[in-house]
């Protein structure tokens, strides 16, 4: 999932991030390019991960800058990554599926990124610096709890309100994926 970049493409993708960096200053308020860039510096294998989001069509951005100083990118597509969808939750709700079996499923995929799927929390923090998947909807972490008795939840964005759901695990669906969120 993830490629090795040349120094050509790692500049390039980087003043990319940094252009959408700027075109959105509400998502990051009293937040300078600068702090990120240093971060991204010393980490090139983050930098990957974030090109694996973007080419699955994630547009990943910096949400919150944490108490430690650690760069928070969330997948900020208006709508759920589209190279992400028709996926089901995680590989057991994968390997149960008899007939009819999605190519990948969110954690595995969102792994193979180097990324974490939202929790639920996560996902309401992001509604707070953007309008999101108002079409589309996005898997969320599920606690264990609900994943052992089969459930997977997800949510979306609807009425402007932001709604939790639920559905079978092995379940998929043309307009749902997920998002992903990379600390760095």
């Keep these: 999932m993830k490629q090795k970049l040349s120094t050509e493409e ?8 940094q252009g959408r960096f700027q075109d959105h200053p509400e998502r990051h308020p ?7 860039q240093k ?11 974030l090109y694996a989001m973007e080419m699955t069509g994630g547009e990943p951005d910096v949400v919150a800058i944490e108490s430690d100083g650690s ?3 969330v997948d900020c597509a208006v709508e759920s990554p589209k190279g992400r ?18 190519a990948h499923n969110a954690l595995e995929w ?21 309008e999101f998947d108002l079409k589309t909807s996005s898997w969320i972490l599920t606690p264990d709890a609900i994943r052992q008795k089969g459930g997977a939840l997800f949510c979306d964005r609807r009425y402007g309100h932001v709604f939790t759901y639920h559905n079978g695990a092995e379940s998929y669906y043309a307009a749902r994926g997920f998002r992903g969120k990379l600390e760095v």
């Design 110 to 130: 969102t792994q193979e990124m180097g990324a974490a799927v939202l929790t639920e929390a996560e996902y309401r923090k992001l509604q707070e610096v953007g």
């Design 39 to 49: 971060r991204l510096e010393v980490r090139p294998e983050v930098v990957e991960s």
């Design 85 to 102: 969808r028709s996926c089901c939750y995680d590989r057991a709700a994968l390997d149960a599926r008899k007939e009819h079996k999605p």
């Design 30 to 36: 009293d937040t300078e390019w600068s702090q990120v």
């Design 10 to 17: 790692r500049t390039a993708f980087l003043s990319h991030l």
């Design 71 to 73: 760069v928070v990118f």
